[in-house]
T-cell receptor, first 116, second 114 residues
């Protein structure tokens, strides 16, 4: 089974621009979550989508948004980029076919975003 | 506020010995915990999980222990191997959420010395 894929792997943008990142979950997985990893803040939860609906949201400004398509693929958008948005953006997918205590999230390799 | 804390930024262990990584949490609403391993330039890889109804879960060389009263969990790796050298993250999920909305610790860099 193919793992979680993220595109692009690397991206360089300038302040004020916007960016869209893409995530394809493991086949059959309907839950997709996004995380931001920075040296200072560590791994932080952005939001989670399930069946095209945002189900959970972290503590990030409205410049960060996402969506999920009917095939469970997800995109994350960041508008009006700031220098502090430079980070590794990780996507994770989950199956939720078993009991809650067996849930696992499987992560993609991430997109490294650099804002200049 | 740091709801999940890994107080040791790094740990060095001799090959073949036991590695013990620790994690503390403050939110009593967490009831599902996971450990991930991360190599540079890769996403975290799931290792093992435990729900709050258990105090121990074992998978091969990896064992996770949960002490709910102390809000503490630990990951034991026995025996440690050079390939275990990586950054280990502890993660917790709120009540009833399964693996959704994970809150991560800052990570511990484990180095296994030959």
């Amino acid at each position: 089974k193919a793992g979680v894929t993220q595109t692009p792997r690397y991206l360089i943008k300038t302040r004020g621009q916007q960016v869209t990142l893409s995530c394809s979950p493991i086949s059959g997985h309907r839950s997709v979550s996004w995380y931001q990893q920075t040296p200072g803040q560590g791994l932080q939860f952005l939001f989670e989508y399930f069946s095209e609906t945002q189900r959970n949201k972290g503590n990030f400004p409205g410049r960060f948004s996402g969506r999920q398509f009917s095939n469970s693929r997800s995109e994350m958008n960041v508008s009006t980029l700031e220098l502090g948005d430079s980070a590794l953006y990780l996507c994770a997918s989950g199956s939720e076919t078993g009991p809650a205590d067996t849930d696992t999230q499987y992560f993609g390799p991430g997109t490294r975003l650099t804002v200049l | 506020d740091q709801q999940v804390k890994q107080n040791s930024p790094s740990l060095s262990v001799q090959e073949g010995r036991i590695s013990i990584l620790n994690c503390d949490y403050t939110n009593s609403m967490f009831d599902y915990f996971l450990w991930y391993k991360k190599y540079p330039a890769e996403g975290p890889t799931f290792l093992i999980s435990i729900s709050s109804i258990k105090d121990k879960n074992e998978d091969g060389r990896f064992t996770v222990f949960l002490n709910k009263s102390a809000k503490h969990l630990s990951l034991h790796i026995v025996p440690s191997q050079p390939g275990d050298s990586a950054v280990y993250f502890c993660a917790a999920s709120p009540l009833g959420k399964g693996a959704q909305k994970l809150v991560f610790g800052q990570g511990t860099r484990l180095t296994i010395n030959p």
